[in-house]
C-alpha cells in the first residue's frame, strides 16, 4: 500500500460514513479496497445486505479490477439485495495519480419502500374515469367570466348575445345555471343587459328548467 492509496481510501471511508449515516435504512454505503478482491469490503454503513467488512468484492468490483477502462461512475442500475428486495445502485470508482482503481464506493438504495408509497400515492390521486355529468371548478366565478361565457356562446352561433332567439337564450341561462355562473353577485342583471330580457324572463328559463 502506497502513501497515496492509503490516504485516498481513508478520505473515501469519511465520505461513506456519512453518506451512510445520513440515510440510515434507506441507503447502504459500501468501501471497496480492489487491491484485495477477496477481503474488499473495508467499510460497510447503514447495512442493507447482511455484508460485512472483509467480504469478497462483487461482480462489478471485479471488472473494475481487471479493466482500468471501466467507466469510472455506473449510476442507477437495478439490483436486488439477498432478501429479494429491489435496489437502485450507483458505483463510483476511485482510481490513483498512476490510473489504477484502488477502491469503489457503491450506494444501494432500498427502493421497495418507495415502491410501496408510489402505490399509495396513485391509488390517492387516482379518479375515476366514468363520464361526469358536469365538469366542476373549485373556485368562485366572477363577473368577466360570466360576461366572456355569454359572448363566446353567443359568437359560436353567429350572433351577439342580444340577436340569440329565446330558445338559444333559454338554452344559454340553464347553461349558466348549472356551471355556476349565476352565484356570481349581480349575475342576473349582467345576463339581463347582455342579452337585453327583462329579470322577470331571466327567471321564467330558470323555472321551466326546474
Known sequence: MTAEDDLLLREAEKIVVA???MFPGLCEVVLHDLRDPEHAIRAIES????RSVGDPATELGIARIQDPGFPDIVQNYPNRFPDGRPAKSTSIGIKNSAGEYIAAICLNLDVSLFASVARSLNNLVRTDDQEQPLTETLRARTADELRTVIEE????RGHTPRSLGSAAKKELVRSLKTRGFLQVKHSVQV???LLGVSRATVYNYLRSAD
Open 19 to 21: 453518506i451512510g449515516r
Open 47 to 50: 447495512n442493507l445486505s447482511g
Open 153 to 156: 356562446f353567443a359568437a359560436a
Open 191 to 193: 345576463v339581463t343587459e
